[in-house]
């Protein structure tokens, strides 16, 4: 091959080495986009973290260690139906512990929560009593019944907020 034959072959070694270098000029371009467009994902993921912390640290979270003991031990001997009246500030749920000597105790919750919103709810708890929960919204009232046609009954209502 001469210099002319081997000029021509160079050049077109050269020729393709060029076009695979703007094809990778290519893909790396293309390559950043991506990482840019990543980036700026990120950016407004963390943003958006922040601000529902920033929500989160402004709610009151129901959980165990927000409660309060509206009635303690409270106890009837005899018959009992009915019990009271009461005005919750928070959002969260009432624990009702009735325990009986040889009834069939229920519990019943009724109350219109702060939108309009009507609950209803009987649990019949057997025999021995037992506990009964029944969540609650920001209220102004809501009534407690405690129902046992044949027994002496003891109860405790908590109320975590």
């Keep these: 091959m001469g210099i002319g034959g081997t000029a021509a072959f160079y050049s077109s070694v050269v020729s393709d080495k ?3 270098i703007s ?10 986009y991506t990482i840019t467009y990543q980036y700026s994902t990120i950016s407004s993921l963390k ?3 922040e601000s529902l912390q920033d929500q989160a640290a402004n709610l009151h979270v ?10 303690n031990n409270a106890s009837c001997g005899g018959p009992v139906t009915g019990w009271g009246h009461l005005n919750l500030l928070y959002a969260g749920y009432i624990s009702v512990l009735v325990l009986s000597n040889n009834g069939s105790p229920s519990v019943e919750v009724f109350y219109d929560d702060a939108n309009g919103i009507y609950f209803h709810q009987k649990i019949n708890l057997g025999s021995q009593g037992g506990t009964a929960i029944f969540p609650v919204s920001t209220l102004e009232w809501i009534d407690i019944n405690i129902n046992d046609a044949s027994a002496d009954v003891t109860w405790t209502i908590t109320y975590y907020h």
Excluded at 23 to 32: A, F, P, T
Excluded at 62 to 71: G, H
């Design 18 to 20: 060029n076009d695979t």
């Design 23 to 32: 094809s990778r000029d290519i893909q790396i371009h293309s390559l950043n």
């Design 47 to 49: 943003n958006q973290v």
């Design 62 to 71: 129901c959980n165990a260690e927000n409660f309060t003991i509206l009635v």
